[in-house]
């Protein structure tokens, strides 16, 4: 049985500013291409991985989030009733260790 992936608002809201960006410095179509592609990646990465260790960045290992890497970019999630949810999604130079 597949395993149901959400995200939460505010990770689906800088999915779709990302994929904006994209957009706006490519070719028509580029950023939904984008989008498609990373959430694939997303998907793949938490079948092939699903015992991702705790986030080190303190405030989202305070929150129990569990982290990996796509590229640059951190995807923390929590497993609940289930279900995987994304919580964040954020350019991991944005974060001070």
């Known amino acids: 049985m597949k395993q149901q992936i959400r995200l939460s608002s505010e990770a689906l809201l800088v999915l779709e500013e990302i994929g904006s960006f994209v957009e706006q410095r490519n070719t ?21 991985f699903s015992n991702h260790q705790h986030c080190k960045y303190p405030k989202f290992n305070d929150l129990n989030l569990r982290c ?14 289930g279900k995987i949810i994304i919580y964040i999604i954020i350019l991991g130079k944005l974060l001070d260790y």
Request: hydrophobic letters at 45%; glycine letters at 6%; a positive charge.
């Open 68 to 81: 990996f890497f796509i590229k640059d970019w951190i995807i923390a999630y929590r497993k609940e009733q």
């Open 28 to 48: 028509p179509g580029s950023g939904k291409r984008f989008k498609v592609a990373f959430l694939k990646k997303i998907k793949s990465e938490l079948r092939l």
